[in-house]
């Protein structure tokens, strides 16, 4: 799979008029190496990939990244960047224009001051999600799905948004996960008006609903999933806001296809909503991208202008938030298709009333 992603950079640089490319962002160095620590930067052109790293990671850059040549640094990483680039002869060099500071673009041209340097973006090359990227987001949102289905049994009325957040949390870790996908929203009663209302020490009381919205990090990619439950037997109001926004998320889901533009399936769901009077009380977009970020192109938005593609992954989360009442928000991930989508999210979106 290394080896198809760096065709993809391969492409980019021959249209860019690039023989070499550094490549520091943490994200991008593990997708186009296979390489996860935390330190080192990848020295790419047509016919020679290095991987510079400190002595922390020389066995596990070896390990992950067999494709490449791993070199040590020493004191100064841009002293061995300087080393490699004069040994690989390159002349005009891409570097990630939306993730290097300043002050790391002067380190750049100071080692290397007769190197053209030219601006690039490279997310763009990870939106199409290979078949061992759809394996493993899928194995995340497995993960999210079986541990939202044991933390169930634990909300009642008297526990805390923490104790569901940290239930939550606990069950991933115990199915594999790495870490939580962010921090997790457990949002119930009226902070449920609040679209990230992190879990808090709030106590959950019955009649309530609850929203939960949280995802698993395995072998770096990320799931993402929101639920809301009722504590307690739902009151008319909650179960038609509910039933709002169920069918707004079912009209998204159905309009994801490969050639929609983002914002043309945005503007199927948030049309529902609409048209029952909550327009105003849905603010953000309906979706975005996942994968070894847990934000990332492409967006389902009113101005989400990228046209889909087949194997592109994304959420489809639309909501409504009342002030001073509270929300409702349901999410699933997708796999954009030539004939719709694939949902990965298994969780049942019937209103579940507990208690």
Known sequence: MIQLRLVKLYDMMAASRLDGIVITKP???????????????????????????????????????????????????YDTLAETVRQMGLERIGFESDFVTWQVYQQLTSCLPTIEFAPVQLDCLRMIKDRQE????????????????????????????????????????????????????????????????????????????ITIDFGAVYQGYHSDMTRTVAVGKATDKQRDIYAIVLAAQLAGIGAVKAGKTGKEIDHIARQIITAAGYGEYFGHGLGHGVGLFIHEDPRLSPSGDIELAEGMVTSVEPGIYLPDWGGVRIEDLVVVTTAGCTVLTASSKDLIELG
Request: net charge negative; aromatic share 8%; glycine share 8%.
């Open 27 to 77: 994200k991008n160095r593990r997708y186009f190496s296979g390489f996860a620590g935390s330190s080192g930067m990848l020295v790419i052109s047509r016919h020679s990939q290095e991987l510079l790293t400190d002595f922390r990671y020389i066995e596990q850059a070896k390990q992950q990244a067999p494709l490449y040549e791993i070199v040590r640094h020493g004191t100064s990483i």
């Open 134 to 209: 759809l394996d493993l987001l899928a194995t995340a949102v497995e993960i999210a799905d079986c541990a939202f289905d044991q933390a169930l049994n634990m909300i009642r009325p008297g526990i805390t948004e923490l104790d569901v957040a940290h239930e939550l949390e606990y069950q991933m870790r115990k199915l594999g996960a790495e870490k939580p996908a962010f921090d997790t929203i457990v949002a119930s009663g009226v902070r449920g008006a609040l679209p990230h209302g992190k879990a808090s020490d709030k106590v959950i009381e019955a009649g309530e609903l």
